[in-house]
């Protein structure tokens, strides 16, 4: 079983739509969760983290961790085609080590 | 503009030509990593460096090589590539070194045939 699971999609919305891209995470000692965004022929890039449960919100951006449930997600609401990337959740427990998951792509048509 | 290069972007080499890719950060981060990334696997670590001289083992090693001489470089050696290497290559730089806001490279996509 692997450490970070996601679901690679593909998904495709319209625009304006909300978003939600999920994770689960096997790790209890996990703390820290990140969501990176990857444009094609990108490298990654920090989007948001949230340390331990709770919420993050910046802007159409929501990060959320259930630690009772190990589960990640992003929502991004009302969708914009300039969102449409691969979307990679990570998860950091210490020792310079970062697991990622696999990423989904998503696809927001105009 | 801070950044992180990496160079080539693109190679094809053949089985068990010796390569390097290298990587720069204009960051004066200490912390930096080497990342592979293919199809339903995602990014996995290969190697990191805490600092100058300081490197370690990440998830898939095997077969790859680091070195930290200045810590704005860590070129990533190939001794004796083979076709399984054949991926996309990231070089990632963190000022933390709780390591979770990493600035990636643009990649490099490595073809052994």
């Known amino acids: 079983q692997k450490e970070v699971e996601q679901d690679p999609g593909p998904l495709s919305v319209p625009e304006g739509a909300i978003v939600s891209l999920n994770c689960t995470y096997s790790?209890?000692?996990?703390?820290?969760f990140m969501w990176y965004r990857q444009y094609s022929r990108k490298g990654p890039e920090l989007l948001m983290y949230?340390?331990?449960?709770g919420n993050k919100e910046d802007g159409r951006f929501t990060a959320q961790v259930d630690k009772s449930s190990k589960y990640i997600s992003l929502f991004i609401r009302d969708s914009q085609p300039s969102d449409s990337a691969t979307y990679l959740c990570a998860s950091y427990t210490g020792g310079f080590k970062t697991i990622f998951g696999a990423g989904t792509r998503l696809f927001v048509k105009a | 503009e801070a950044q992180v290069t990496q160079n080539p972007r693109y190679l094809i080499t053949v089985t068990g030509k010796k390569l390097t890719v290298t990587c720069s950060q204009n960051m004066n981060h200490e912390y930096m990593s080497w990342y592979r990334q293919d199809p339903g696997l995602g990014l996995r670590q290969i190697y990191y460096s805490m600092n100058v001289e300081v490197t370690d083992k990440g998830d898939v090693p095997e077969g790859y090589k680091v070195s930290r001489k200045e810590k704005r470089n860590f070129p990533l050696i190939l001794e004796s590539p083979s076709p399984n290497q054949t991926s996309l290559y990231f070089c990632a730089s963190s000022l933390s070194s709780v390591g979770y806001e990493q600035y990636f490279g643009p990649g490099t996509r490595l073809t052994v045939t």
């Open positions: 790790n209890s000692a996990f703390q820290y």
């Open positions: 949230t340390y331990s449960s």
